[in-house]
């Protein structure tokens, strides 16, 4: 876990694809924040090379205007500021259990296949005759 802390932009980063901000969210889990190049960059999810892409998540709290109270934590994946999120997962109480439950099924990563068996070849032949 790496923290990230430049000004008034602070990050961290879990393991080699997640970056977090800590966020407030509303009723209907929108994230808010002045419309920099670097929160408009963060919040839109933009896609470098395929396999080396950061995930970009709000950790917060769900935020309740009327009593001026937090509420539930919260996690959530946004695709632009100030949209609604494409998910948001709201984390328990405490209360009944530690933590909310969910599943997830690995995805093996769709390597390439190299056959250098010539090339191998080659290099011993060559190694031979010198």
Do not use: C, N
């Not at 963060?42 to 309740?64: K, M, N, P």
């Not at 099924?105 to 191998?120: G, K, N, W, Y």
């Amino acid at each position: 876990m790496e923290l990230k802390d430049d000004g008034v932009t602070r990050e961290i980063r879990v393991g080699t694809q997640f970056v977090v901000r800590v966020k407030r969210h509303d009723a209907t889990d929108r994230v808010r924040s002045y419309p920099t190049r670097r929160a408009l960059t963060f919040w839109a999810q933009s896609v470098a090379f395929e396999g080396f892409e950061d995930i970009h998540l709000g950790f917060g709290y769900r935020w309740d205007r009327e009593e001026r109270s937090i509420g539930s934590a919260i996690i959530s994946l946004h695709d632009g500021l100030g949209k609604k999120p494409v998910w948001a997962v709201q984390l328990a109480d405490g209360g009944e259990q530690a933590a909310t439950p969910f599943t997830w099924t690995p995805v093996e990563p769709d390597l390439p296949q190299l056959d250098l068996s010539e090339a191998i070849a080659k290099d011993e032949e060559e190694g031979q005759t010198s």
